[in-house]
């Protein structure tokens, strides 16, 4: 179970395509986020080493789901508003992007 208080939230501007890179337990990720017509989707980066590609964004649904993939922890997509998937239009202010560090030591 993950407690709130050991959830950060990953800053996100307003954009339809983003690319950031963040510091998370010890490991540099790059997250990519494009919208498409069909929802929001997100790419997650180690280095070099693309971990994962096209996942779509949901509200409250972890989008990492497993240690072996390499991230020293998960994501999510949390409105703060209803239960709506995440758009750009409200990202950073009503769709915010939590990480969690389940699997770091």
Same mark, same amino acid.
Do not use: E, H, N
């Given at each position: 179970?993950? @407690?709130?208080?050991?959830?950060?939230?990953? *800053?996100? @501007? +307003? %954009?339809?395509?983003?690319?950031?890179?963040?510091? /998370?337990? =010890?490991?540099?990720?790059?997250?990519?986020?494009?919208?498409?017509?069909? &929802?929001?989707?997100?790419?997650?980066?180690? &280095?070099?080493?693309? %971990?994962?590609?096209?996942? /779509?964004?949901?509200?409250?649904? #972890?989008?990492?789901?497993?240690? +072996?993939? =390499?991230? *020293? =922890?998960?994501?999510?997509?949390?409105?703060?508003? &209803?239960?709506?998937? *995440?758009?750009?239009?409200?990202? =950073? @202010?009503?769709?915010? %992007? /939590?990480? +969690? *560090?389940? #699997?770091? @030591?």
């Amino acid at each position: 179970m993950v @407690s709130a208080s050991s959830l950060l939230t990953v *800053p996100l @501007s +307003a %954009l339809p395509s983003q690319t950031l890179k963040v510091s /998370l337990s =010890g490991t540099l990720v790059q997250i990519t986020l494009r919208q498409r017509s069909t &929802g929001l989707y997100a790419d997650f980066d180690a &280095g070099t080493t693309r %971990l994962l590609s096209g996942v /779509l964004c949901q509200d409250r649904t #972890w989008l990492v789901r497993d240690a +072996a993939i =390499g991230l *020293p =922890g998960d994501f999510l997509f949390a409105d703060t508003q &209803g239960q709506q998937g *995440p758009d750009t239009t409200g990202l =950073g @202010s009503r769709f915010l %992007l /939590l990480y +969690a *560090p389940i #699997w770091s @030591s």
